[in-house]
Nanobody, 120 residues
Framework: QVQLVESGGGLVQAGGSLRLSCEAS????????MTWHRQAPGKQRELVAA???????NYADSVKGRFTISRDGAKNTVYLQMNSLTPEDTAVYYC??????????????WGQGTQVTVSS
């Protein structure tokens, strides 16, 4: 089994910063990529940032220049540094990983989500 556990969410004032963490554990041979998604009330879940095994990154236009995704391969952990937060960033943030556990295909796993609330 593979589990993803997020942490670091909370309440911050506009202009503030938060650092989210997500650790993957369990039956893991390798992780092809890890991502952060978010879902705000009344909106679809959207990709925020992604990082591949080779270190390539991808960001949503709305967070580019403010958020930074990074990865610690030894710990199977991904981070999301969020700066210059605005109320529009308020959402539940979910960690996602494509995990190779020795089967024919990688499997996608999702964390339970962590709430980020930005007050004006």
């Amino acid at each position: 089994q593979v589990q993803l556990v997020e942490s670091g969410g909370g309440l911050v004032q506009a202009g503030g910063s938060l650092r989210l963490s997500c650790e993957a554990s369990g039956s893991i041979l390798s992780i092809d990529y890890m991502t952060w998604h978010r879902q705000a009330p009344g909106k679809q879940r959207e990709l925020v940032a992604a990082i591949t095994h080779s270190g390539n990154t991808n960001y949503a236009d709305s967070v580019k220049g403010r958020f930074t995704i990074s990865r610690d391969g030894a710990k199977n952990t991904v981070y999301l540094q969020m700066n210059s937060l605005t109320p529009e960033d308020t959402a539940v943030y979910y960690c996602n990983a494509a995990v190779d556990s020795g089967g024919y295909y990688t499997n996608d796993y999702w964390g339970q989500g962590t709430q980020v609330t930005v007050s004006s």
